[in-house]
């Protein structure tokens, strides 16, 4: 059974940082996509990030150059670093692994596998 653990969310002020990671188990693709999305009340579900099998990393406009998805050497643990945060960044944040059925991310894999999401609160 595919598990994906999510840690490293909190609060933080306008401009601060968070780094948040994923650990996934019983996930024998390793080298499958994988990605984040972030979800606020009342909104849709949106890919803020998404790493592929080769590395290619993709990212939704609204974070580009400010989120940095990566894996550890082993792609063992997903991680997305957060710098430059704003109050719209606040949402409670997915891991997400490659399935055959599921939400396409942003780069344009099928991401099927979820965690139980991390809460990010970006303060004004």
């Known amino acids: 059974q595919v598990q994906l653990t999510e840690s490293g969310g909190g609060s933080v002020q306008a401009g601060g940082s968070l780094k948040l990671s994923c650990a996934p188990s019983?996930?024998?693709?390793?080298?499958?996509?994988m990605g984040w999305f972030r979800q606020a009340p009342g909104k849709g579900r949106e890919s803020v990030a998404s790493?592929?099998?080769?590395?290619?990393?993709s990212y939704a406009d609204s974070v580009k150059g400010r989120f940095t998805i990566s894996q550890d050497n082993a792609k063992s643990t997903l991680f997305l670093q957060m710098n430059s945060l704003k109050p719209e960044d606040s949402a409670m944040y997915y891991c997400?692994?490659?399935?055959?059925?599921?939400?396409?991310?942003?780069?344009?894999?099928?991401?099927?596998?979820w965690g139980q999401g991390t809460q990010v609160t970006v303060s004004s």
């Open positions: 997400a692994a490659e399935a055959s059925f599921g939400s396409r991310g942003v780069g344009g894999c099928i991401l099927g596998y």
């Open positions: 019983g996930y024998t693709h390793i080298n499958y996509c």
């Open positions: 790493i592929n099998s080769d590395g290619r990393t």
